[in-house]
């Protein structure tokens, strides 16, 4: 695959499938950041307040953006 989406971090122990199957559970639901000198946070209201919204959204808009830059050349 020429583009990996995000990518987490994994036990090593997970086999291909597994790992396939976490980072496309990432893709799909939102996704939150934690410092590296912290811990997960418990509470999924903290998970909430730092969730990362608009990864999800970036290829859909690359796509409107590229549709509209040609636009003008059919045209």
Known sequence: ??????????????SD??????????????????EPNSQIPDSNQIRHESSILY?????FISLTQVFFCF???VL
């Open 17 to 34: 499938n597994f790992e396939e199957y976490t980072n496309n559970v990432c893709w799909v639901r939102n996704t939150y950041y934690v």
């Open 1 to 14: 695959m020429y583009c990996q989406y995000l990518r987490i971090l994994i036990p090593a122990f997970f």
């Open 71 to 73: 636009l003008p050349y």
């Open 55 to 59: 990864y999800q959204w970036i290829p």
